[in-house]
């Protein structure tokens, strides 16, 4: 690819999924520690809302083999498997209370780390052993 026009912006990751074992239990483990709201939800899949345009999606394992046709178009196929991750930001101050909900929920934190640019992070799995990671401002450049 070579491309000689500057490419279009982009204004963001709106969708992040995992592709997870059971869609119920799975839910029911981020609701339960994010307080995320279903936007819709069936057996194959599981949509929330995970803040400001952002859409957090879990879909059965092997359950987006076959595209999936609806009035407006075709989803081509897809899938991903082993031990994924994905990040959530939350703010420095709440860092202490992240830490007391994972305690009170059964949750153990895997590792903390301390970034070179001031941010935090918590890593921890859920129920398929996905890595999990609460992250605060000053990991990246960009957050």
Do not use: Q
Request: glycine share 10%; with cysteine; hydrophobic share 45%.
């Amino acid at each position: 690819m070579n491309g000689s026009a500057a490419a279009p912006k982009v204004s963001g990751v709106v969708e992040t999924c995992l592709h997870v074992k059971d869609v119920e239990l799975s839910a029911r483990f981020y609701e339960a520690l994010f307080g995320f709201r279903r936007m819709i939800s069936d057996a194959r899949f599981c949509a929330f809302d995970a803040g400001p345009h952002s859409v957090f999606l879990l879909f059965l394992e092997g359950g987006t083999l076959e595209p999936v046709t609806l009035p407006g178009g075709v989803i081509p196929p897809h899938n991903g498997s082993g031990h994924l991750h994905v990040a959530f930001g939350i703010s420095r101050e709440d860092v202490p209370a992240w830490e007391a909900r994972l305690s009170d929920l059964g949750i153990a934190a895997e590792s903390r780390v301390d970034w070179e640019l001031g941010g935090h992070s918590i890593y921890f799995r859920d129920p398929d052993l996905h890595l999990i990671e609460l992250i605060t401002p000053g990991v990246w450049l960009s957050y």
